[in-house]
């Protein structure tokens, strides 16, 4: 494996187009990586969510929209 | 993007509800599948009932207790709130016509409203009836 140091040695050496090549393939690898890091940490945030409430025991199954308005005044 | 239901979203907070693990595994498919979540102001009031009434848990969580987690759910990323418009109801009540849906049934048309006014096609939730015939919408059962 190169090193940095070599690395940049070449790059400084690519000719415009091929720089330009490079930087363009970079920004699409460095994009890539960010997108992925953003679902991930969505991931995380929604599991740390997963059972946050301790409500105790389940009374009645989850109702309709009927049965949850019913309290409802108007 | 997936419009995602009261239940569903109830279920993954709460880990007594007798869906929960299949509403955590669910959400967490989605955004595997890099696929955006989002729910209506609706939805999340009746998140709220649900978790804080003691019709439906022994230990029903405070007005506070909800909330926070509400918005956590808001800001975890790739998750859209969406509000109906009078596009959406103009939609819930041609349909209730239609259909000749009464009473509370109207909520679920304004959520059918509501998606369709925002393009969204599919929706999450743990009880299907509630949407079943609806034309232009995918039902995903969650359970």
Do not use: C
Not at chain 2, 29 to 49: C, D, M, T, W, Y
């Amino acid at each position: 494996m190169m090193t940095a140091e070599q690395a940049l040695e070449i790059v400084r050496k690519l000719p415009e187009h091929e720089l330009q090549r490079f930087f363009a393939r970079l920004n699409e690898l460095t994009k890539v990586s960010d997108d992925e890091d953003k679902w991930n940490l969505a991931r995380r945030k929604m599991a740390e969510l997963s059972g946050a409430l301790d409500l105790g025991e389940q009374l009645a199954p989850a109702p309709d929209r009927e049965t949850l308005y019913e309290d409802r005044e108007l | 993007m997936i419009f995602v239901d009261a239940n569903v979203i109830v279920a993954h907070f709460a880990k007594s509800h007798e869906h929960h693990k299949a509403s955590s595994a669910f959400l967490d498919e989605v955004l595997k599948n890099r696929q955006h979540l989002a729910f209506s102001p609706q939805i999340g009031g009746e998140a709220f009932i649900a978790a804080t009434s003691k019709r439906f848990f022994k230990v029903p969580a405070t007005p506070d207790e909800f909330i926070r987690l509400l918005e956590k759910f808001r800001n975890t990323g790739f998750v859209s709130v969406v509000s109906p418009g009078e596009r959406a109801m103009d939609i819930a009540l041609q349909t209730a016509k239609e259909k000749s849906v009464t009473s509370a049934h109207i909520f679920d048309l304004i959520i059918y409203g509501t998606m369709l006014e925002h393009g969204i096609t599919r929706i999450a939730t743990i009880n299907v009836k509630h949407f079943r015939n609806l034309k232009g919408i995918e039902v995903i059962q969650v359970a």
